[in-house]
């Protein structure tokens, strides 16, 4: 069985059991592959569940939210932190004053943790994440005055 057909075959089992994630490791000639895989059906239900009530209440989604200031957004898709590690004070917080350079957050992707630096000078007037979630590509997450 291949290792493309293996993993198949593992996420249709992790589908059928209810399993968001898994390890796999594989040892070949030239060494071992390792990989971690996270599935996220039950997010992709709650994404379906919100677009399907936007159509009844389109001015309190979040997609046509109006942001007043500079929205600093993600520059990928990952896992958005607002404090450098567990139980530390988090980068900024409403209020705070930034200047360009900054960092605000960091975006793990790939395993990798991408500072998020602020591209002005000015005060965070809104958060838009929680810490921990998971942001997608151009999406705001905070806002600078």
Do not use: C, W
């Amino acid at each position: 069985m291949s290792f493309r057909a293996t993993v198949e075959s593992m996420s249709k089992i992790m589908d059928d059991m209810g399993i968001t994630e898994l390890d796999l490791e594989r040892q070949f000639l030239f060494g071992l592959y390792r990989k971690h895989i996270h599935l996220s059906k039950q997010q992709v239900a709650a994404t379906v569940a919100v677009a399907s009530t936007d159509a009844k209440t389109e001015t309190n989604s979040p997609s046509t939210q109006t942001i007043n200031g500079y929205a600093l957004k993600s520059p990928m898709v990952g896992v958005v932190y607002l404090a450098p590690e567990p139980g530390a004070d988090t980068f900024v917080s409403e209020g705070t004053a930034v200047k360009a350079g900054d960092t605000v957050a960091l975006v793990e992707a790939m395993k990798t943790f991408n500072p998020i630096k602020s591209d002005k000078d000015g005060i965070v007037k809104e958060i838009l994440v929680k810490d921990g979630a998971a942001v997608e590509f151009d999406q705001p997450l905070i806002v600078i005055e």
